[in-house]
């Protein structure tokens, strides 16, 4: 992976980005020169571009950023193949099959998600649930009551109206930020009794999560530790791989919990915003590994990113492997 390493030439220090390239049997280190003193992130950004492309040009593979910590050559070799993958499986489709095939996508992330957080819907109520969406929306507008409807099919109309509005930013490819944040929250938490003060704000009480001991930040924290993520993000978007940068940010998101509800739904939603920002496919966390998820998001919480990044990679991976 590319890295800053530091040469002495008659006792001074120089700084270069270097890159294991395999050239046949042999590997060997391509390198450009940073100068005598380390750059900051906006100058090192712009070389690694340069770079990156160079080396791309000459038929390199599996370059990661040089802030990636996690993932190997090999790893991003792998993601890069399970790109292609998906494209290729997705030019294969007529408009028709297309469409099928990203409404099963859809459904299948908003069960699993919903279902990680506790709902009893199967794929097919949240898919005759969300076949129905824009008629239900039709008459709320109107102030018609929708009889029949408890919450856990509200909150599948709600997740399937963030990723509308997901699709939407993602077409503008416009960038994560702190408003989007809230507006997406806003929409995943609308018409569910008894959260209507939590809707799309930070939360204003302090929470804990039943059967965990770890302790989130006090409430008054919250608004400047989203401000940090959001830099955080802002700062390494373009040093990180964007699968660990997902990851990482899916993690740093959980840990401050900065909502009253629906974090762990705004977790995997700003994920997959994050990924397919950076040209990686969409990404389901399934629920049947709901065990091995949650173990990695308590390692998170002391800040042992490496098992989500591992496990998020691994999924990429896996699901665009054999597309059918």
């Not at 993601?79 to 297309?98: G, H, M, P």
Request: some cysteine; hydrophobic content about 40%; aromatic content about 10%.
């Amino acid at each position: 992976m590319s890295h800053i390493t530091a040469r002495k030439v008659k006792g001074k220090k120089y700084y270069y980005l270097e890159e294991s390239v395999k050239r046949g049997a042999k590997w060997v280190k391509e390198s450009v020169y940073l100068g005598a003193k380390q750059p900051d992130n906006e100058e090192l950004s712009e070389v690694f571009q340069e770079f990156r492309q160079r080396l791309i040009n000459n038929g390199v593979r599996g370059i990661t950023a040089p802030f990636t910590e996690f993932l190997t050559h090999i790893v991003a070799i792998k993601i890069e193949d399970a790109i292609k993958n998906k494209a290729t499986f997705l030019r294969s489709l007529s408009a028709t099959q297309k469409i099928d095939f990203m409404k099963r996508e859809r459904i299948t992330f908003i069960t699993d998600s919903n279902a990680i957080e506790g709902s009893t819907l199967d794929y097919w109520l949240t898919e005759r649930i969300v076949a129905d969406q824009k008629r239900i929306e039709r008459l709320q507008k109107r102030g018609v009551a929708i009889t029949n409807m408890d919450r856990e099919e509200q909150e599948a109309l709600n997740l399937s109206g963030c990723l509308d509005i997901y699709e939407t930013f993602l077409a503008h490819q416009k960038d994560l930020s702190l408003k989007m944040v809230l507006q997406f929250h806003c929409i995943l938490l609308s018409k569910i009794d008894g959260y209507e003060q939590y809707c799309g704000v930070w939360r204003p009480v302090n929470v804990r999560i039943r059967g965990s001991d770890h302790v989130f930040p006090h409430y008054k924290e919250v608004p400047e530790l989203m401000e940090g993520l959001i830099a955080w993000y802002n700062e390494n978007k373009t040093l990180v791989h964007p699968a660990e940068l997902a990851a990482k940010f899916h993690t740093k998101f959980t840990t401050i919990h900065p909502f009253a509800d629906g974090n762990g739904r705004m977790a995997r939603l700003l994920m997959n915003y994050i990924l397919q920002l950076n040209g990686l496919p969409f990404t389901n966390i399934p629920l049947r590994k709901r065990g091995p998820y949650m173990k990695t998001q308590a390692a998170g919480s002391s800040e042992n990113y490496k098992p989500f990044v591992l496990f998020l990679a691994n999924e990429i991976v896996k699901q665009n492997k054999k597309l059918k």
